[in-house]
């Protein structure tokens, strides 16, 4: 089970952070992955990080200004945002990669579990 938090209002230029809480003894061992949604859109990747947090992939949107972590210790995957902007605002969503490594990490069907989603809103 996975379950995200830390969704909310802020306004453009300001930052947020997600964190993704994962049940179960072999969180570590899976890549993890954060896609979103905005509304009339399709779901897109946004980061992934490998079993280990090794290596970190980020969409082209988004890189220099998220930074995706984790501590295997707590079963967490994390999402720093700043510098947000209007188009940040989606349903942001974690997921557990089908492997140790992230393979084919942007796409959406390379991941088997996935959250509920937490909205992020950023105002102009």
């Known amino acids: 089970q996975l379950v995200e938090s830390g969704g909310g209002l802020v306004q453009a230029g300001g930052s947020l952070r997600l964190s993704c809480a994962a049940s179960?003894?072999?969180?570590?061992?899976?890549?993890m992955g954060w896609f979103r949604q905005a509304p009339g859109k399709e779901r897109e990747f946004v980061a992934a990080?490998?079993?280990?947090?090794?290596?970190?992939y980020y969409a082209d949107s988004v890189k220099g200004r998220f930074t995706i972590s984790r501590d295997n210790a707590k079963n967490t995957v994390s999402l720093q945002m700043d510098s947000l902007k209007t188009e940040d605002t989606a349903i942001y969503y974690c997921?557990?990669?089908?492997?140790?490594?992230?393979?084919?990490?942007?796409?959406?069907?390379?991941?088997?579990?996935w959250g509920q989603g937490t909205q992020v809103t950023v105002s102009s």
């Open positions: 179960g003894r072999t969180f570590d061992s899976y890549a």
């Open positions: 997921a557990r990669s089908r492997w140790r490594q992230a393979v084919n990490y942007a796409w959406s069907s390379a991941y088997d579990y």
């Open positions: 990080i490998s079993y280990s947090g090794g290596a970190l």
